[in-house]
């Protein structure tokens, strides 16, 4: 099974900041790489699929990259509803595999 | 509008029964995979397996293989999830999800509400 490695597991930042965030495959994976994002007790959201394309209706500034194996979602000037838990997904074959998750808190 | 709307939330007893309930509406429920998805309260997201309702075509996950059933009542558009002997590990909360696809590409992009299942004596 593939395995897929987020980090860091937690990030604190501010309002109006830029961040990155990490995930990594046990094997290449092409671009069959997804971005959640989960608000607390709400069902997780699509952000970004294919490794870069952005779903309909999900703001600009975040954007997906990468190929194979290494990914990365970066959110430009971050909004409060934005401090959420982030995960990544392939779905190349299965069993498809989440990564461990990244909180990002506000600082 | 594509919606996924899940069944209430459950209390049951170990060794009990329960089917939980995916109900689609908005698009052709037979053309699309349904997935399935444990979250544990606090922890992380976790697949169950997935489910083609045209063929009932169904994958698992090996460590839910066994365990859990999946199905679906296409004259009414609902997938199930379902339990013969439920365990206190099964305390949870599952997510449906449905797989869309266009071209070379393909996304878990409409996601159910999530029902809270608890298992306890």
């Known amino acids: 099974a593939i395995q897929m490695t987020q980090s860091p597991s937690s990030l604190s930042a501010s309002v109006g900041d830029r961040v990155t965030f990490t995930c990594r495959a046990s094997q290449n994976i092409r671009s069959d790489l997804a971005w959640f994002r989960q608000q607390p007790g709400r069902a997780p959201t699509l952000l970004i699929y294919?490794?870069?394309i952005l779903q309909i209706g999900v703001p600009s500034r975040f954007s997906g990259n990468g190929s194979g194996t290494d990914f990365t979602l970066t959110i430009n000037s971050l909004q409060p509803e934005d401090f959420a838990t982030y995960y990544c997904?392939?779905?190349?074959?299965?069993?498809?595999?989440f990564g461990q998750g990244t909180k990002l808190e506000m600082k | 509008e594509v919606q996924l709307k899940q069944s209430g939330a459950a209390v049951k007893k170990p060794g009990e029964s329960l089917k939980i309930s995916c109900k689609v509406s908005g698009y052709r429920f037979t053309d699309y995979w349904i997935g399935w998805v444990r979250q544990v309260p606090g922890k992380g997201l976790e697949w169950v397996g997935i489910?083609?309702?045209?063929?009932?075509?169904?994958r698992y996950i090996p460590s839910f293989q066994g365990r859990v059933t999946m199905s679906a009542d296409k004259s009414i558009d609902t997938a199930y999830l379902e339990w013969s002997g439920l365990k206190a590990s099964d305390t949870a909360i599952y997510y449906c999800?449905?797989?869309?696809?266009?071209?070379?590409?393909?996304?878990?992009?409409?996601w159910g509400q999530g029902t809270l299942v608890t298992v306890s004596s």
């Open positions: 999800a449905r797989h869309n696809y266009g071209g070379d590409y393909k996304w878990f992009d409409s």
């Open positions: 294919a490794a870069s």
């Open positions: 489910f083609y309702p045209d063929d009932s075509d169904t």
């Open positions: 997904l392939q779905d190349y074959s299965f069993p498809y595999s």
